[in-house]
């Protein structure tokens, strides 16, 4: 058994869901496909399908040796180029983690063009609110917005988020509109609760600090309910102007506060030591900081 070999055709498997279809992509038996993962678990020492279930199911060893068989024949087809051009390429795939909102908004408009400059790459872009365990998840590069805790990881800069307070023109026809952050307190404010001490608004004025204590009949873990909340006229919020960037321009939402200016977020890409010597993973972030 040529075990890249095994590797591919379980990755294939994986993917198309479906022994018969590699097979038919193979001009092969399906016979010979499960003779192939057979021969692989049995070098492996265990079993990587759950072939007591009607649907095509990894165990927890297939999930992992799943992820990690991607890594390598990654690192293979890699290797492969920068033997034949005699420099290390930016090719095979890159798994990027990111906010929901900022990666829907920011980073999914911007991938087209970095596939373009490196059309041997490719991109795996995972969206969440919480923050993925790189190692665990084997991300090469993640995104987050606000302050990045000791994970034992590289964070880079990549700038600031700047933010605004918003609401709705129904909202503040009703409620009316707050002129200084101390009228805050007499409004329904959402709150964003991913960020740290989420109920105190900061902002600046010409060097003076300003704080409130906010209070909302809404808390949410999610920036883009918290969008859809505001458009609706049920609060004001705290947010970064990428997601009320457009709402602005049609008049669905009106910027507070001209004159005080909350705390910006900054926004950082963090990767383990080992990825910071990846072309891969630096040619990205180097081109988040052109872009953002």
Same mark, same amino acid.
């Given at each position: 058994?040529?075990?890249?070999?095994?590797?591919?055709?379980?990755?294939?498997?994986?993917?198309?869901?479906?022994? $018969? @279809? /590699?097979?038919? +992509?193979?001009?092969?038996?399906?016979?010979? /496909?499960?003779?192939? =993962?057979?021969?692989? +678990?049995?070098?492996?020492?265990?079993?990587?399908?759950?072939? $007591?279930?009607?649907?095509? @199911?990894?165990?927890?060893?297939?999930?992992?040796?799943? @992820?990690?068989?991607?890594?390598?024949?990654?690192?293979?087809?890699?290797?492969?180029?920068?033997?034949?051009?005699?420099?290390?390429?930016?090719?095979?795939?890159?798994? /990027?983690?990111?906010?929901?909102?900022?990666?829907?908004?920011? =980073?999914?408009?911007?991938?087209? +063009?970095?596939?373009?400059?490196?059309?041997?790459?490719?991109?795996?872009?995972?969206?969440?609110?919480?923050?993925?365990?790189?190692?665990?998840?084997?991300?090469?590069?993640? =995104?987050?917005?606000?302050?990045?805790?000791?994970?034992?990881? /590289?964070?880079?800069?990549?700038?600031?988020?700047?933010?605004?307070?918003?609401?709705?023109?129904?909202?503040?026809?009703?409620?009316?509109?707050?002129?200084?952050?101390?009228?805050?307190?007499?409004?329904?404010?959402?709150?964003?609760?991913?960020?740290?001490?989420?109920?105190?608004?900061?902002?600046?004025?010409?060097?003076?600090?300003?704080?409130?204590?906010?209070?909302?009949?809404?808390?949410?873990?999610?920036?883009?309910?918290?969008?859809?909340?505001?458009?609706?006229?049920?609060?004001?919020?705290?947010?970064?102007?990428?997601?009320?960037?457009?709402?602005?321009?049609?008049?669905?939402?009106?910027?507070?506060?001209?004159?005080?200016?909350?705390?910006?977020?900054? =926004? $950082? @890409?963090?990767?383990?030591?080992?990825?910071?010597?990846?072309?891969?993973?630096?040619?990205?972030?180097?081109?988040?900081?052109?872009?953002?």
């Amino acid at each position: 058994m040529d075990l890249l070999d095994a590797m591919q055709v379980f990755v294939r498997v994986v993917e198309r869901g479906s022994f $018969s @279809a /590699v097979a038919r +992509e193979l001009n092969l038996g399906q016979p010979a /496909v499960s003779k192939q =993962i057979r021969a692989l +678990e049995q070098h492996l020492g265990g079993a990587l399908f759950a072939r $007591s279930t009607r649907h095509l @199911a990894l165990t927890d060893q297939g999930q992992r040796f799943y @992820a990690e068989s991607k890594d390598i024949l990654a690192s293979v087809d890699a290797a492969r180029l920068s033997f034949a051009s005699g420099q290390e390429q930016i090719a095979g795939l890159l798994r /990027v983690a990111a906010p929901v909102s900022f990666g829907r908004l920011c =980073i999914a408009p911007l991938v087209g +063009e970095f596939l373009a400059r490196h059309p041997q790459l490719r991109i795996d872009l995972r969206l969440s609110d919480q923050n993925e365990d790189v190692l665990k998840e084997n991300i090469d590069l993640a =995104i987050r917005i606000g302050a990045v805790k000791n994970e034992g990881l /590289v964070a880079v800069s990549l700038g600031d988020s700047p933010r605004r307070v918003y609401a709705s023109p129904a909202y503040l026809q009703q409620h009316g509109t707050p002129l200084a952050p101390a009228d805050l307190a007499g409004h329904n404010c959402l709150a964003f609760t991913l960020l740290e001490h989420y109920d105190v608004w900061r902002f600046d004025q010409d060097g003076r600090q300003h704080s409130v204590t906010i209070k909302g009949n809404v808390t949410c873990n999610s920036s883009e309910a918290i969008r859809e909340m505001v458009l609706s006229g049920l609060g004001v919020s705290l947010s970064p102007q990428w997601l009320f960037a457009a709402d602005v321009r049609q008049g669905t939402v009106c910027p507070l506060l001209a004159d005080y200016q909350p705390l910006a977020l900054p =926004i $950082s @890409a963090v990767f383990s030591q080992d990825r910071r010597r990846s072309v891969r993973t630096r040619a990205f972030v180097d081109f988040l900081r052109e872009r953002l």
